[in-house]
């Protein structure tokens, strides 16, 4: 008499093969598969408002993330003397902390200064820094290393920069940093980038309409007169499809397709570990 198959993983079970499927699972997912066509939307799937305002958080800070190499690229191809954007962006963020409340401002003028003396005290040494390096290397590792810092940003609006995002940065930013002749310019070049992706971002909105609308104009404006209209054609699609369809394909299947599979998880599966 053949023993009934038991859905208990550690006991060896002879009766079966190693890849037997279960009648009943079958039958489960059939059922809930034409279930699922006639589904109605759920109440509990998030609206694609909600989601396109997240998105649209975190696309705004990966666009922020691009003035890190649109600022090389002056410095390092266009021959731009980075000393009066410093000196701006500077005086910009002055000017924001001292509009935020004591506390606050008490705390960014000193971690300000700390972050000024330590690249003043660095600056020469950047600028030696993997020199013996090819500049192939340099960029192929900035790549990689602007991958992991755009997978380490948060869409969340309170939610602070993280100390792996801000090292993350600042290795992106000490290897370009490596690659230039001055040390005025490595000196500028850090200070406006942490300036611009770790205060300004807890400083302002950066989903702000017109802050935003500012930040896509140079970045696309930067993107067309150093690439061509193709690229940045090529980028305004990927960002169509980011904003608006993708949002529309999620809340889809939270609402149609979710339900199933929560279901199935929640009766075939054990709720509690069952132990023999």
Not at 145 to 150: G, Q, T
Not at 261 to 273: C, T
Request: proline letters at 3%; hydrophobic letters at 45%; one cysteine or more.
């Amino acid at each position: 008499m053949v023993k009934p198959w038991k859905r208990l993983l550690w006991i060896k079970q002879e009766d079966y093969p190693d890849n037997y499927t279960d009648p009943a699972f079958i039958d489960l997912i059939t059922r809930l598969r034409y279930k699922g066509k006639s589904a109605k939307p759920s109440n509990n799937s998030s609206s694609v408002h909600q989601i396109r305002s997240d998105l649209f958080r975190f696309y705004n800070k990966l666009l922020n993330t691009v003035f890190v190499y649109i600022i090389f690229v002056f410095i390092y191809n266009y021959r731009v003397n980075p000393v009066s954007f410093a000196i701006f962006v500077t005086i910009l963020v002055s000017w924001l902390l001292s509009r935020s409340n004591a506390k606050h401002y008490a705390f960014g003028v000193k971690s300000s200064l700390v972050i000024t003396f330590a690249m003043l005290t660095l600056s020469p040494i950047l600028k030696s820094l993997s020199k013996t390096t090819a500049s192939d290397s340099i960029w192929t590792l900035s790549f990689w290393l602007s991958i992991a810092y755009v997978g380490s940003l948060s869409s969340n609006v309170n939610a602070q920069t993280s100390n792996l995002s801000t090292n993350l940065l600042l290795a992106i930013v000490i290897l370009l940093a490596s690659r230039f002749q001055s040390t005025a310019h490595v000196f500028c070049f850090l200070l406006i980038c942490v300036q611009l992706n770790v205060i300004l971002p807890n400083l302002i909105n950066l989903s702000n309409k017109y802050i935003s609308f500012t930040i896509n104009l140079s970045v696309y404006g930067f993107l067309t007169c150093t690439l061509g209209w193709s690229y940045t054609f090529l980028a305004l699609a990927m960002s169509f499809f980011y904003l608006f369809v993708l949002p529309q394909w999620f809340v889809y299947w939270q609402t149609y397709y979710r339900g199933y599979e929560s279901s199935l998880s929640r009766v075939w599966e054990a709720q509690k570990p069952i132990l023999d």
